[in-house]
Nanobody, 123 residues
Framework: QVQLVESGGGLVQAGGSLRLSCAAS????????MGWFRQAPGKEREFVAA????????PYADSVKGRFTISRDNAKNTVYLQMNSLKPEDTAVYYC????????????????WGQGTQVTVSS
């Protein structure tokens, strides 16, 4: 398994931007599909974005398409989520996750999870 630590969350006004980072331990980071999920209070965890080991992005969730961008730097064992034009409905705890399955966005395929970072968007 890989250990994951998210950072970069915080409070931002609607229309603003945040960049989340997820640092991974382990020498096999470059072989994993990496994903971002989020969970709002009272709601189920939902897929946001994912990226293959080679840097190809899996289709984004419709709710973030055109506003969020996922990227990775295998040399730094880090995956990023750039979030622009944030909306109050983006408020959630954001989780980074790793999967040994290629091109997947199913939570059940992700075996390693970070502790999450809170993103709050005020109106």
């Amino acid at each position: 398994q890989v250990q994951l630590v998210e950072s970069g969350g915080g409070l931002v006004q609607a229309g603003g931007s945040l960049r989340l980072s997820c640092a991974a331990s382990g020498r096999t980071f470059s072989t994993y599909t990496m994903g971002w999920f989020r969970q709002a209070p009272g709601k189920e965890r939902e897929f946001v974005a994912a990226i293959s080991w080679s840097g190809l992005s899996i289709p984004y969730a419709d709710s973030v398409k055109g506003r969020f961008t996922i990227s990775r730097d295998n040399a730094k064992n880090t995956v990023y989520l750039q979030m622009n034009s944030l909306k109050p409905e983006d408020t959630a705890v954001y989780y980074c996750a790793a999967s040994g399955v290629a091109f997947t966005n199913k939570p059940s395929d992700f075996r390693s999870w970070g502790q999450g970072t809170q993103v709050t968007v005020s109106s």
